[in-house]
């Protein structure tokens, strides 16, 4: 079984930039796709990314995503930072038999 | 619009074992083109996956958990359930249900999540 690595937290200023990384421990991270997850206070979780760039219909274009096999890693990159973005983001993956969620990142809106 | 919904005790004592059951509304369980699936999460802390049934029964079950969980499927009332065996603290945590889509069937997010429901273990 693999394990998906997370920042514990990232901050920055409304209208930056920030990305988040979610590292493979073991197998590739092209041989299955990734999801990426918004979780605010109370509330179940929704999907940000799905299958490693998708955007969803009503998820702003300002939510990207990325995998790259020479770090072994995705990413989550959310650029014109605003308030309502504060949040934890989950990175999440699968393979023949497992789901496995990376352990959240808290954005931070400075 | 698919809604899942929790329902089971929100306390269960420790040893004893843990039993929910998540009702699919909008939408059949028997889709060939779905999983669906147990999430956990503990207060501030982040999500695990618990189990997976497709609608013919096949499961698959975190490692970590294994020996002590049971998902099943009810085709007839379009409804998953969870059973997890000598519960302690540690299960604290509330519990969501959800569907994910099978590789090249669907999408492989989990598009739909149940409200989530806190179950507490305690004497």
């Known amino acids: 079984n693999f394990m998906l690595t997370q920042p514990h937290s990232v901050s920055e200023s409304p209208g930056k930039t920030v990305t988040i990384s979610c590292t493979r421990s073991s197998g590739s991270i092209a041989s299955n796709y990734v999801q990426w997850y918004q979780q605010r206070p109370g509330s179940a979780p929704t999907t940000v990314i799905y299958e490693d760039n998708q955007r969803p219909s009503g998820v702003p274009d300002r939510f990207s995503g990325s995998i790259d096999s020479s770090s072994n890693s995705a990413s989550l990159t959310i650029s014109g930072l605003r308030t309502e973005d504060e949040a934890d983001y989950y990175c999440?993956?699968?393979?023949?038999?497992?789901?496995?969620f990376g352990g959240g990142t808290k954005v931070t809106v400075l | 619009q698919l809604q899942l919904q929790e329902s089971g005790p929100g306390l269960v004592k420790p040893s004893e074992t843990l039993s929910l059951t998540c009702t699919v509304s909008?939408?059949?369980?028997?889709?060939?083109?779905?999983?669906w699936g147990w999430i956990r999460q503990p207060p501030g802390k982040g999500l695990e996956w618990i189990g997976t049934?497709?609608?013919?029964?096949?499961?698959y079950y975190n490692p970590s958990l294994k020996s002590r969980v049971t998902i099943f499927v009810d085709t007839s009332k379009n409804q998953f359930s969870l059973k997890l065996s000598s519960v302690t603290a540690a299960d604290t945590a509330v519990y969501y249900c959800?569907?994910?889509?099978?590789?090249?069937?669907?999408?492989?997010?989990?598009?739909?999540w149940g409200q989530g429901t806190l179950v507490t273990v305690s004497s």
């Open positions: 049934i497709y609608y013919s029964g096949s499961t």
């Open positions: 959800a569907r994910r889509g099978v590789p090249w069937m669907a999408t492989t997010n989990i598009d739909y």
């Open positions: 999440q993956s699968y393979d023949s038999s497992n789901v496995v």
């Open positions: 909008g939408g059949s369980i028997s889709s060939t083109s779905y999983y």
